[in-house]
């Protein structure tokens, strides 16, 4: 004897609902294994040493942990002059890594702290904006570029800047790569690419 339409449709809802909830609990268990071998991971926050260097780093700023939750602290300065503005001499420098909008994107985040806990902002540490003189220099700069360090991504056509991919950007990498660009006939300016917390 065939089921009923009123029994029919419970269970079909049971089906459902079962359905759902074994969907959330899959998930939760995926996300409960992934955040725990983030912190089992060299340079998790509760670490206190860099991933790189393995410089010894205090408890974090709650302005970087509310950003960039669940990060890996690749590298770390302090009593540095700063990235961001060369006229601040005491700085403490961090540089994260955390996942992007993919699961299997990875970012590096560069913030600095000043004055006793203020952020200087956040910013894509991979990444510098490049003013050239004249459009039409792009192939004399990259000519300049060794192509294994450096490499043009792209092109912000509001600000008319080029995006230049960097391999290594430890502070002390950043500070030598933005001298080294600086110095180069075609560039008017390098900086910083701005990166926002999606919170």
């Known amino acids: ?57 205090p408890i974090l700023p709650s302005f970087l942990e509310d950003a960039v939750p669940n990060g890996i602290i690749l590298h770390y300065e302090s009593n540095r002059t700063s990235l961001i503005d060369q006229n601040i001499e005491n700085s403490t420098c961090w540089i994260i890594e955390t996942s992007g909008s993919f699961r299997s994107e990875r970012l590096f985040i560069l913030t600095e702290e000043i004055n006793g806990g203020f952020p200087h902002g956040f910013f894509r540490a991979s990444e510098l904006y490049i003013k050239l003189k004249d459009k039409r220099d792009l192939s004399s700069f990259e000519e300049k570029l060794d192509r294994e360090l450096y490499r043009v991504i792209g092109h912000n056509s509001s600000s008319h800047e080029f995006i230049l991919q960097l391999r290594n950007f430890s502070p002390t990498d950043l500070d030598s790569s933005k001298s080294f660009l600086g110095s180069l006939s075609e560039v008017v300016s390098v900086r910083h690419s701005p990166w926002f917390p999606s919170h």
Not at 2 to 20: D, M, P, W
Request: hydrophobic share 40%; net charge positive; proline share 2%.
């Open 1 to 57: 004897m065939g089921l009923q339409r009123k029994e029919r449709r419970l269970t079909i809802t049971a089906g459902l609902v079962l359905g759902v909830v074994i969907s959330s609990l899959i998930v939760k268990h995926a996300l409960d294994v992934k955040n725990e071998h983030a912190s089992q991971r060299p340079g998790n926050y509760n670490s206190h040493r860099s991933a790189i260097g393995k410089e010894v780093f």
